[in-house]
C-alpha cells in the first residue's frame, strides 16, 4: 500500500494566499472525490501537488510514502508515482500523441531497457480502443486541435499507459458530453485497485454517479472542511453547500479565481 | 571615403598559390584582381545585423594541408554517424582543403555529368569554369566578401549537367572540418542545363570543437531553361568560425530551384540565400531549420527576387533560438516591374526557449508589378512555461521536454523537405544539437 498525505498546505499565486492549510490523506485501492464551489483552491491544490510553477507553497508537506514531494522538480514527482490529468491539456505542435508518450514510459526505464515500439503499440492500440478513440489519434500532435472530450479522454489515455500510483483528476468531467463522461470514467474504474489511488476534483455530483468514491471531502476558501462518503455527495448535490456554511459558521468573502 | 583594408594575404601569394595548384594565367589573374577589390569594397550590410566589427580577414592560414581518405572507412565516427558514406553513388569529400574522396557512377560519366573539386574544374574545364564562375548568379564586386571569396577560393566542387541528362541518384558532398587552423573558402557551382534534373546535397561537419579561421562560401546554382536543381545542406560546424554563407539560385524559363536547408552551425554566421527567378514560370521553394546555441549571432536574409511572368517564390524558416543565441530572420519576396501573374509567399517563425535568446522575424514584400499575388506570415515567440510543465508532468526531463519541443516547432519544415537524406541527417543532427 503507498499513501499520499497532505498536511497543512498553504499554498499562494502572485502574492496571494489560496490555499490556507489543508490536510489530506490518500491510500492506494482508495477513491477520494474533492468537491467544492467555485473559486475554493480545488484546482490550486491539484496544480500544487503536481508543481505547477505559478504557484509557491509557503507551509506544509506533501508527502509520498514519506518523501515530501515538495522538494522534487516535476518530473521527478511524476516518476514518484504521481499525475495529474489537467483541467487544461497544453498542446505540443510536432510531436504526436505517440511519440509522447513512448517518451513519457522510456523516461521511467533504464537506458537501454527502453520500451519495444511493437509492445508499445499493441499496448496503445488496445488501451486506445478501449476508450473508444479512433486510431489515427495517435499520430496526431499531441493535443492540438482536439476537442475538449477529445483532450480528457487523452488525458485518460495517458494515465492509464503510465500507470501511476497516485492519479489526481482536475475537473475531469468538466464540459463532456454523457457519452464521453461515461468512456472517461470507465478508464478511471478500470485503473482502480490495489496500486492506485485517485484524488477526483469536480464541480458536479454527475462524475460520482459513474464512479463512486469512498471518501468526499468539500473544500472552502483553501481547506477542507468536510469529509464523509458518497452521500454527502448526495447531499450536496440535493441542499447545494449554504447548510454547511451555516453549520461552520463561514462567511462569504471574496472568492479566487482560479486559474489552470 | 573608402579606407583601404589590410587582407590575409598580398597578391604575391595569392598568384603563388594560384600557380602552385597549376590554375591557367586567367585564373591568377583574376584572383589577384579580386584581392585589389576586397581591400576597396565595403562589407556587406545585411539587414538588422550590424557586422561592421566582425572578423571575416583573418586567417591563421590560408590553406592546411591534410591527407586524402584511402577508403570510406577512414571517416571519422562523427561523420559515419550521420552520412551512410557507403550507400552514396556520387560522393565527393573534402578533407578541410583537400580533395579527400571522389565517386562518380560511371553511367554519369559516359552522359557527360561533371562532378569534381573546384581546382581540378579550374583546371580541366576551363572553359565552363570561366564562363560561369561568379559572372551569372555572384558576382566579384558585390562586396568586400565576395571579393575576398574570389581571390582566396581553396576548395569546393562543380557539378555540371548536360542537357536533357536527369541524375536519378543525389549527389552527396562532404566537408570534412578537423583542424582548428582550417579557414574554408569554398565554391560551389552547379550548372544545370536544359531540361537536365539534379538533386545536390552538401553537409559541413566539424569533427574539432574549435576553430580559428573564416568560412567564406559561395554557392552559385545556374539552372537553365526548364532544368530543376534541388539543393541540400546540412551545416554542422563548429563554434569559433566568422562564417559567411552565399548560397544564390539563378532561374531561367521554366527553371525550378528547392532549397532544403538544415542551418545548424555553431559559430557567428550571415546567411545570404538569394534566388533570382529570370525566366518565366521558374519557381523557387526555400525551405530551412535552424537552431542557435551558446552566444552566436544569426542573421538568415532569405530574398527571392522574381522577374519571370508567372514565377513562383516559396519561403519557409523556422528556427529555434537557445541559451544566449540572437538571430535575425529576414524574408524578401520581391516581384519586379514586368512579373505579371507572379506570387510570392513567406513564412517565419521563431521560438526563443530561454531568457537569453532573442529573435526577430523581418518580413518584406516589394511588389513593382500591379497583377500579382503575395502573402507572408510571421510570428516569434518564448516557449509556454505551461508546456514544459506539461510535458514534465509525465515524467520528462527539461531537457528531453526541450527537445520535444524543439523537434515539434522544426517539424512543419524537416518533415516536408523535399530529399529524404537531408532529413535523415538533420534530425540526426539536431537530435545531437540539443541533446
Known sequence: MATLEIKDLHVEIDGKEILKGVNLTINTNEVHAIMGPNGTGKSTLASAIMGHPKYEVTQGEVLLDGENVLEMEVDERAQAGLFLAMQYPSEIAGVTNADFLRSAINARREEGDEISLMKFIKELDKTMEFLEMPEEMAQRYLNEGFSGGEKKRNEILQMMMIKPTFGILDEIDSGLDIDALKVVSKGINAMRGEGFGCLMITHYQRLLNYITPDYVHVMMQGKVVKSGGQELAQKLEAEGYEWIKAELGIEDTDTVTEEA | ?435
Open chain 2, 1 to 435: 571615403m573608402t579606407v583601404e583594408t589590410k587582407l590575409a594575404l598580398l597578391v604575391e601569394e595569392v598568384r603563388a598559390f594560384s600557380q602552385q595548384h597549376g590554375e591557367p594565367q586567367a585564373f591568377a589573374d583574376f584572383r589577384a584582381n579580386a584581392l585589389q577589390q576586397a581591400a576597396e569594397l565595403d562589407l556587406p550590410k545585411p539587414d538588422r545585423t550590424n557586422i561592421s566589427k566582425w572578423n571575416f580577414i583573418d586567417v591563421a592560414t590560408h590553406t592546411v594541408e591534410s591527407a586524402a581518405y584511402a577508403s570510406l572507412d577512414e571517416l571519422p565516427a562523427d561523420v559515419k554517424a550521420i552520412i551512410d558514406a557507403e550507400a552514396q553513388q556520387n560522393l565527393y569529400i573534402q578533407r578541410n582543403n583537400t580533395p579527400a574522396f571522389t565517386r562518380v557512377s560511371d553511367a554519369l560519366t559516359a552522359k557527360g555529368v561533371i562532378i569534381t573539386d573546384i581546382q581540378t574544374a579550374v583546371r580541366d574545364h576551363a572553359d565552363l569554369v570561366e564562363q560561369y564562375f561568379m559572372t551569372t548568379a555572384v558576382k566579384v564586386d558585390e562586396h568586400k566578401l565576395t571579393a575576398y571569396h574570389a581571390a582566396l577560393v581553396n576548395g569546393g566542387v562543380f557539378v555540371y549537367v548536360p542537357r536533357n541528362v536527369i541524375v536519378e541518384e543525389p549527389i552527396q558532398v562532404v566537408f570534412v572540418h578537423d583542424n582548428t587552423e582550417a579557414s574554408l573558402f569554398n565554391h560551389v557551382l552547379i550548372v544545370a542545363e536544359q531540361s537536365s534534373a539534379v538533386t545536390y546535397v552538401e553537409t559541413y561537419i566539424s569533427t574539432v570543437e574549435e576553430a580559428k579561421g573564416q568560412v567564406n562560401v559561395v554557392t552559385e546554382v545556374i539552372a537553365k531553361d526548364n532544368a530543376q536543381v534541388t539543393f541540400g545542406a546540412v551545416d554542422n560546424l563548429t563554434a569559433g568560425f566568422t562564417a559567411y554563407m552565399n548560397r544564390r539560385g539563378h532561374a531561367e524559363r521554366d527553371a525550378k530551384i528547392d532549397w532544403a536547408l538544415g542551418l545548424m552551425t555553431s559559430s557567428d554566421t550571415i546567411y545570404e540565400n538569394t534566388t533570382n527567378l529570370i525566366g518565366d514560370n521558374s519557381t523557387s521553394d526555400f525551405k530551412m531549420a535552424t537552431v542557435g546555441t551558446g552566444t552566436q549571432k544569426l542573421n538568415f536574409t532569405t530574398l527571392i527576387r522574381q522577374w519571370g511572368k508567372n514565377s513562383d517564390g516559396q519561403i519557409l524558416k523556422h528556427g529555434v533560438m537557445k541559451d544566449a543565441a540572437q538571430s535575425i530572420f529576414n524574408g524578401i519576396g520581391h516581384i519586379m516591374h514586368g512579373g505579371t501573374k507572379a506570387n510570392a509567399e513567406q513564412e517565419s517563425r521563431v521560438l526563443m526557449l530561454s531568457e537569453g535568446a532573442r529573435g526577430d522575424a523581418n518580413p518584406i514584400l516589394l511588389i513593382d508589378e500591379d497583377d500579382v499575388t503575395a502573402g507572408h506570415a510571421a510570428s516569434v515567440g518564448r516557449v509556454d512555461p505551461t508546456q514544459l510543465y506539461y510535458l514534465m508532468s509525465r515524467g520528462i526531463s527539461q531537457t528531453e521536454a526541450e527537445r520535444l519541443v524543439i523537434h515539434g516547432f522544426l517539424a512543419p519544415v524537416v518533415t516536408n523537405l523535399p530529399i529524404e537524406g537531408v532529413k535523415k541527417q538533420l534530425t540526426e543532427v539536431i537530435e545531437r544539437k540539443v541533446r
